[in-house]
C-alpha cells in the first residue's frame, strides 16, 4: 500500500500529471486538500533523500567499461510491471 508521500512523486514525474492536476483529483477522489506548493516541497524533500543513492549509481556507471539501458515488461504478484535495467 503506498502512502500520499510515496505516490506524489509517481503521479508527478512518472505519470507527468502537473500539480494543479493531483491537486484536483486528490480532492476530488479522496477529499484530500493539498497545495501545489506542498506537493513541490515533498518531492524536492525526497529528491534531497535521494542524492547519495544518485550519486552511487551515476560513480559506477562512470566508472563501468560499458553502460546500457533496457526496459523490459514482467510479472509479479500475477500483475504486469515494466523494470528498467542498466548494466
Same mark, same amino acid.
Request: aromatic share 10%; hydrophobic share 40%.
Given at each position: 500500500?503506498? @502512502? ?6 509517481? /503521479?508527478? $514525474?512518472?505519470?507527468?500529471? +502537473?500539480?494543479?492536476?493531483?491537486? =484536483? ?9 493539498? @497545495? ?6 515533498? /518531492?524536492? $524533500?525526497?529528491?534531497?533523500? +535521494?542524492?547519495?543513492?544518485?550519486? =552511487? ?31
Amino acid at each position: 500500500t503506498l @502512502s500520499l508521500h510515496d505516490a506524489l512523486p509517481i /503521479l508527478g $514525474h512518472t505519470q507527468y500529471i +502537473s500539480f494543479k492536476r493531483i491537486c =484536483e483529483v486528490l480532492h476530488d477522489v479522496f477529499n484530500i486538500e493539498i @497545495s501545489q506548493g506542498t506537493i513541490q516541497n515533498v /518531492l524536492v $524533500h525526497m529528491g534531497k533523500q +535521494s542524492e547519495n543513492a544518485y550519486r =552511487e549509481i551515476r560513480d559506477r556507471i562512470e566508472e563501468a567499461e560499458v553502460a546500457g539501458a533496457d526496459e523490459t515488461g514482467l510479472y509479479a504478484g500475477g500483475e504486469h510491471h515494466w523494470a528498467w535495467i542498466f548494466q
